[in-house]
T-cell receptor, first 107, second 121 residues
Framework: AQRVTQPEKLLSVFKGAPVELKCNYSYSGSPELFWYVQYSRQRLQLLLRHISRESIKGFTADLNKGETSFHLKKPFAQEEDSAMYYC?????????FGAGTILRVKS | GAVVSQHPSWVICKSGTSVKIECRSL??????MFWYRQFPKQSLMLMAT?????????EQGVEKDKFLINHASLTLSTLTVTSAHPEDSSFYIC?????????????????FGEGSRLTVL
């Protein structure tokens, strides 16, 4: 079955520290993975997708098929990065989400 | 940019009544819309896939007679919670898939509404 696991409910770091939000997936097919972000009082929005291999707001994520992971990383956290982050897996026409990780960046 | 709007954003109703939530794609056409339910501090759970002009496809465990979905046009999908009970209280979120530049469905980016909070007394 398709599954996305985000093991950390909350990740708290200091400003300027590196950030890694973990995401593991379970899918028998060829995965298409995304990271979505939800800032306080705002709607869910796409942060990045693995097929684009892009860096958005300093964040990157590499798909590791061997480890079935798609961890989100940023070398230097900023206070405005504080938000809820969801990892998502697309299968067929659907999107399944992980439980989400709250990132808190402290000054 | 692509905008998806939900209405109402917040609704309180009495137990036993029905509530309709609208999801509109404001500046693009969406042949497919999705309805999610989110419990406090939990993830989004896909309830159903709404296809324009055809019946919705419900996920396992979701009562289709309880959660009626209609996708009458390329810009509007509605979710009606029938005979609502307190356990139906939740945050309902819709998303719409923008058709990809190639013109094929299923490749376009997904845009989310702001969500609708339902409280059933």
């Amino acid at each position: 079955a398709q599954r996305v696991t985000q093991p950390e409910k909350l990740l708290s770091v200091f400003k300027g520290a590196p950030v890694e939000l973990k995401c593991n997936y379970s899918y028998s097919g060829s995965p298409e993975l995304f990271w979505y972000v939800q800032y306080s009082r705002q709607r869910l929005q796409l942060l990045l997708r693995h097929i684009s291999r892009e860096s958005i707001k300093g964040f990157t994520a590499d798909l590791n098929k061997g480890e079935t992971s798609f961890h989100l990383k940023k070398p230097f956290a900023q206070e405005e990065d504080s938000a809820m982050y969801y990892c998502a897996l697309k299968y067929g026409n659907k999107l399944v989400f992980g439980a989400g990780t709250i990132l808190r960046v402290k000054s | 940019g692509a905008v998806v709007s939900q209405h109402p954003s917040w609704v309180i109703c009495k137990s036993g009544t029905s509530v309709k939530i609208e999801c509109r794609s404001l500046d693009f056409q969406a042949t497919t819309m999705f309805w999610y339910r989110q419990f406090p501090k939990q993830s989004l759970m896909l309830m159903a896939t709404s296809n324009e002009g055809s019946k919705a496809t419900y996920e396992q465990g979701v009562e289709k007679d309880k959660f009626l979905i209609n996708h009458a046009s390329l810009t509007l999908s509605t979710l009606t919670v029938t005979s609502a009970h307190p356990e139906d209280s939740s945050f309902y979120i819709c998303s719409a898939r923008k058709v990809g530049t190639s013109g094929s469905a299923g490749t376009g980016e997904l845009f989310f509404g702001e969500g609708s909070r339902l409280t059933v007394l």
